[in-house]
């Protein structure tokens, strides 16, 4: 007779979705839903595309995330069932297989949840604004940075997340000198601002004759996308606005005008480029918003007093990085924060980086607050 006992691990789960659900607040959810339906089906509310893109976008967001808390809670009910029935007469193999089976799935999509109602802070709801830089290491600090690119496109792939190439700098030889992408879904900021830092690659470099093992760094920098409504007043005295033909690697031209746009805020000598639009209006208007979500990202710095909050200082050499990416001699990625790792770093590089993220968001959430 089958003697299936997880009901301390049920309790369990029961508990941290209790917690889960407090701090969501479904009710709010449900009212938020709501008011954005009525918004959703105003008239005219394609007069206004931007407008009305954000409406649909959040409506959409939460709709999945009551249907998530709701099927979840659907979940440990029939969970319970499984259970009575496998320990039902003479017991059911199959039931206990299942249940077993949904137990394991459900203490991983409750961990994920958790982790996502530690999303809290003033930006985190927003999209996110990445670049990535190469930094010590030459060629293949180059070629590391383009390994970046794609391994955060491929993340953003796995979850339907929107992303926007706003800018690449190809280097002569190999790889990127700086790229810039847009992530535009909500918590986009707060998911992946735990990725800013400066990324350590060893491995035997192909750019090498010797074959001897290379270390090269990369920078990655998160901030948040500021809203259409708000305003960061940037005088046009204060920056100089250079045009140039969007290029691709090796200098192949992508188009014959002028289209691409490079804008210097000269206070601060914050530079942003977009080549991403073939319209030099709209890659304009792009890099301005680009331009904007950074200076409030100094604003907010020096409001705070500290030069680390969101983007940080980053140097993308010796002595201050975060995550090791080790191909040779052995395979490994570690973040040197959480010590959270793994020994595939094939897989990381394809997009696998949950992992990584949840343990960098619970390790700030635990972390002293300076």
């Known amino acids: 007779m089958i003697e299936l006992d997880i009901s301390e691990q049920i309790a369990a789960l029961r508990a941290t979705f209790g917690d889960i659900r407090a701090v969501i607040d479904i009710d709010q959810l449900r009212t938020d839903i709501a008011d954005l339906n009525d918004q959703a089906g105003a008239p005219d509310l394609w007069d206004d595309s931007e407008h009305a893109q954000k409406v649909t976008s959040d409506l959409s967001h939460r709709q999945s995330e009551l249907a998530r808390i709701e099927n979840i809670e659907q979940r440990l009910d029939d969970l319970e069932v499984l259970v009575e029935m496998a320990n039902d007469g003479e017991g059911d193999e199959e039931s206990a297989e299942e249940a077993t089976a949904e137990l394991a799935s459900l203490q991983k999509v409750l961990g994920e949840l958790e982790v996502h109602t530690l999303l809290n802070g003033e930006f985190d709801e927003r999209p996110a604004v990445m670049t990535i830089r190469s930094g010590a290491g030459g ?56 990725e800013a830092g400066t990324h350590r690659l060893v491995r035997m470099s192909p750019f090498n004759s010797a074959g001897k093992r290379q270390t090269s760094f990369a920078a990655v920098e998160v901030v948040p996308l500021i809203e259409q409504t708000e305003s960061i007043e940037i005088p046009d005295t204060d920056i100089r606005v250079d045009v140039f033909r969007s290029s691709g690697p090796g200098g192949q031209s992508v188009n014959t005008t002028d289209s691409a746009v490079r804008i210097t805020h000269l206070p601060t000598g914050t530079v942003v480029s977009c080549q ?44 201050d990085q975060m995550r090791s990416y080790v191909l040779a001699p052995y395979q490994m990625v570690k973040d040197l924060r959480t010590n959270y790792e793994v020994n595939n770093p094939t897989q990381v590089f394809d997009g696998d980086l949950d992992g990584f993220i949840s343990a960098g968001i619970r390790w700030r959430k635990q972390a002293p607050q300076d």
């Open 276 to 319: 991403n639009e073939k319209s030099q209006i709209q890659n304009r208007a792009a890099a301005m918003r680009v331009l904007q979500s950074r200076l409030l990202l100094i604003q907010r710095e020096q409001e705070a007093a500290t030069k680390k909050e969101f983007a940080g200082v980053i140097t993308a050499s010796w002595g």
């Open 139 to 194: 060629v293949d600090a180059a070629d590391f940075a383009e390994m970046l690119m794609r391994m955060y496109l491929r993340w953003a792939e796995q979850h339907d997340y929107p992303v926007t190439v706003l800018d690449v700098g190809y280097a002569e030889e190999a790889g990127i000198k700086s790229a810039t992408l847009q992530i535009d879904s909500p918590y986009a900021f707060g998911t992946l601002s735990v």
